[in-house]
């Protein structure tokens, strides 16, 4: 997607993608980013108003700028990529009582719906589109986007409801998503219902098994507990076959050696740092153009 100039935000709770995709990420940059979010997260004070207290509309703010500059072309990065669980942004649980009041800190689901939501204004913005414009990847999906009857707390309901209408909406502006998960059962179905193309691997759950097989078949969600490794049933827009096809997968190393040697990433030009300054006081400066292909997915929408 990020060859096809497609920008793609992720939402990783592994901390695996920053270090797999390291050759498209500027490392000073990220972190320059990231501190601003984790500032802008930090404290948060009580207020009359429950929906003004914490630090959540703070965050908010921060989120929807950085998102902003994302997407519109002022940040010239293609990967963004973020761990919601890095981050302690606090909300107002309880009324004010003596000036004081409850603050509670946000769940991963609850600051994946901040993202979320900033990506679908972002993309409304700039107005509809056929062509895509952002991906949203949810890694660990059943943790960032559980369904009703398996969140961890009851905001995570609401926060769930968030990411979802951005998804169902944000497509005629732009907006898709890449859901990855283990557990199809665990995940919002709002989402998963509207799949565009499915890539199915092995799994033993009867639950995903017959959810899958609502895309695929029961034919061939009953041979999934028996696929090898790195093998998949696929079926959807993505395919180019009307039925469900099994595959195997790319090896990564090979896919690198083929497909990067063609789409080489330029290395992000180092910030730079006063001493830098030139003789008539420019910076020699240059952004980054990255280009680069995604992972091969479990489930899949876009």
Sequence with gaps: MIAQGIKVLCLDLTNQYATLLSDFIDPAFEDAKRAELVAAGKGGVANQNKELGGSRNAFKRAVLEQVRAFVTGSDDHYLRVFNPAQFRVTKQ?????????????????????????????????LGMTDKARL????????????EWNSVAADGDKSATATSARAILQGRKYGLGCLLITQR???????????????FAMRTFDDTGKDF?????????????????????????????CENPVLIRLNDQEAFRQVFRAANPP?????????????????VAAEGTDDTAARPTPSITQF
């Design 184 to 198: 199809t059962a665990n995940v919002t179905k709002t989402i998963l219902n509207h799949c565009n193309t499915v």
């Design 93 to 125: 649980a309880s009324g004010m009582y003596q000036g004081n009041a409850d603050l509670a800190h946000l769940t991963a689901s609850e600051i994946t719906a901040i993202f979320s939501d900033a990506a679908l204004f972002v993309c409304q913005e």
């Design 212 to 240: 899958l097989g609502n895309y695929i078949g029961s034919d061939y969600a009953g041979v999934l507990p028996s696929l090898q490794p790195r093998h998949a049933v696929i079926f959807g827009k993505g395919s180019s």
């Design 266 to 282: 330029k290395v992000p030009t180092p910030q730079p740092q006063p001493d830098d300054v030139g003789v008539a006081g420019d």
């Design 135 to 146: 991906c949203l990847v949810y890694e660990e999906a059943h943790s960032l986007v559980p």
